[in-house]
Each structure stands twice: as structure tokens, then as C-alpha cells.
């Protein structure tokens, strides 16, 4: 079997853990007493079956579906209930227990992916994340031995305290999609050449590094970002002028990450921890990195205007 079916077929198999993961997290809500039971069990049931069934069900059925869960989040059907949370003197044992062996899932994570990225051609980088991950947990549950309903609370209850916004990563990646598509690189280029002289290369950089820090902003996705500010600003305006594409390119997606810093559509680096922190302000993420972010836009526009030219 070539290495590439056997990548897809890893990434088949995540699929498939994730819907089960979804549909054991609706039947967790199910049997809850949350008043708005009936709505979130149905957002997690038809995210699982999205994620285990989409590559079998029509497009368009699987559009529909994301209105209804969207109808769902909007209407307030979607909410957290109370979770079974880990007692106080359970964790302090633990973390006497274990020290800091408890770091090490996430190390041996971290090291899998590594080996597989250099190591084997063509199986790409999720892959090795889903290997490394499913290895991740075989070390967790040899070294802590949890009981089984540990482990099912442990995991659906992680998910719920996530809530709407673990989905908002797929959606604004298939934004980008069709953003590409739709040609919304020409649309910007258009605009920034009625505002920036042709010439100008400082101009021309600025433009770019806002343009990625406020297009990744919206969209909560520098990868997506990069291909339609790329093509709408970075080739007339940059690389058109004798910028090195490499250096200039990959500041500029590194740029687009200040924006990642600064905006709530970036879910699950700035929604979900503040979720899972239990923090009082959701934005509280946002506010201690906004700092430090705006100090990076300064940075990259000098660093691509005297590196890459």
C-alpha cells in the first residue's frame, strides 16, 4: 500500500474517533438536567455525524446541517452543562504522585510527530499528529490507570467546556476556500492600489502585514489568509518590486499570526483557553497579548523591508 492511501486512511480513522467523541459528548448532555438539553444534544449529535459521515453525505445535506447548528447557537440552545468536575485533593495527589512524569504525553506527542515528519516521506503533517496523539494517550492511560468513566467525563467534558467554538477552526479554513475562489485577492488588490503608490516599497510592505494581521483577524486563520493577501498584495506590491518571495512570504505569514493574537475568531487559541481556564473575562486572553502583538506588526514590517529587498 502507498504511503499516501495509508495517510489517508489515518486521517479517515481521526475522523472517526472525532465523531465518536462528539456523539459520546451529545450522550453526556442527554443525560443532564441542562434546560437546554434537547438543543445541544442535537449540536453534537449532528456534529458527529458530519465528522463520521460527511465524505458519504451530499454537500449540500452537510450545509444544511451546519444551519441548523448554527440556527442552534444563535437561538441560545447551546449551552454547557454542569460537569462532574475533578475534586480538589484528586488533583493535588496526582500531581504529587506523578510530578513532572505528567508531562510526559505531551512530550512523547511532541516526539512522534517529529520522528515521522523526518522520517517518512510523503505522510504528510497531520498524520503523524493523529499517531502521535493516539500514542499520547496509550502513555497517558498505562502511567495514570484512570478508570473508565474518567476517561469518558474526562474527554466529553473537555469538549463541552470548548463548546460552539471547536468547530469555528473547519469553518473559517473552508472560508478561506472560498474566498480563494471567489477572488477576493483581485478585489483587494484593486482597493490597495487606489490607496498605495505602485512604487512605494515601505508602503507596499505595510500594506501587506496589515493587510495579513486584518484579514487573519477576520478570518481567525493566517493559512487562510496568506493566499488571498498574497496574490492581492504581496505579488503586485512586494514581490513585484524585487522582494525575495521566501523571506517576504514567510514574514508575512508570521505576521498574520499578530493578528491571531489579537481576535476572538482565533477560537482555539484564545476562546478555548479562556474556557477551559475557567476564566471570568473570555477576552482576557486578548487583552494580555494585544501588547505584544502590536509590537511584532512593527517588528515585521521592519524586517521584511530590510531583509527582503
Not at 76 to 84: D, N
Not at 139 to 165: F, S, W
Not at 260 to 269: E, G, S, V, Y
Request: glycine residues 8%; positive net charge.
Amino acid at each position: 500500500m502507498e504511503i499516501t492511501a495509508v495517510r489517508d486512511l489515518i486521517l479517515e480513522f481521526a475522523y472517526y474517533i472525532a465523531g465518536a467523541i462528539f456523539f459520546l459528548s451529545a450522550y453526556y448532555v442527554y443525560r443532564s438536567d441542562s434546560k437546554t438539553r434537547i438543543g445541544t444534544t442535537l449540536f453534537w449529535s449532528l456534529l458527529g455525524v458530519i465528522f463520521t459521515f460527511g465524505s458519504y453525505l451530499p454537500p449540500l445535506l452537510v450545509g444544511i446541517l451546519l444551519v441548523v447548528m448554527a440556527v442552534l447557537t444563535v437561538t441560545k440552545q447551546v449551552t454547557t452543562p454542569s460537569l462532574h468536575a475533578v475534586s480538589e485533593a484528586v488533583k493535588e495527589e496526582r500531581a504529587k504522585r506523578f510530578g513532572l512524569w505528567i508531562f510526559l504525553p505531551s512530550l512523547t506527542l511532541a516526539l512522534v510527530v517529529v520522528l515521522l515528519v523526518y522520517n517518512v516521506k510523503g505522510l504528510g503533517g497531520q498524520a503523524p499528529l493523529v499517531i502521535g496523539g493516539l500514542t499520547a494517550l496509550v502513555v497517558a492511560l498505562i502511567m495514570l490507570r484512570p478508570k473508565p468513566k474518567e476517561v469518558y467525563d474526562g474527554t466529553t467534558q473537555m469538549i463541552l467546556q470548548m463548546g460552539v467554538t471547536i468547530i469555528l477552526p473547519q469553518l473559517l479554513a473552508a472560508l478561506g476556500i472560498i474566498f480563494t475562489k471567489a477572488q477576493v485577492g483581485n478585489l483587494i488588490s484593486t482597493a490597495v492600489a487606489s490607496v498605495v503608490p505602485a512604487e512605494n516599497r515601505l508602503l507596499g510592505v505595510v500594506a501587506y502585514v496589515l493587510g495579513m494581521v486584518i484579514f487573519t483577524m477576520i478570518m481567525g486563520n493566517a493559512f487562510a489568509a496568506f493566499t488571498v493577501i498574497t496574490a492581492g498584495i504581496g505579488i503586485p506590491f512586494v514581490f513585484a518590486l524585487g522582494a525575495n518571495p521566501v523571506v517576504a512570504g514567510t514574514l508575512a505569514m508570521t505576521a498574520g499570526y499578530c493578528g491571531t493574537l489579537m481576535t476572538p475568531m482565533a477560537a482555539n487559541f484564545n476562546s478555548m483557553p479562556a474556557s477551559l481556564l475557567e476564566m471570568k473575562d473570555p477576552n482576557g486572553v486578548i487583552k494580555q497579548q494585544v501588547p505584544v502583538a502590536l509590537a511584532m506588526i512593527v517588528l515585521h514590517i521592519a524586517l521584511i523591508y530590510f531583509m527582503a529587498y
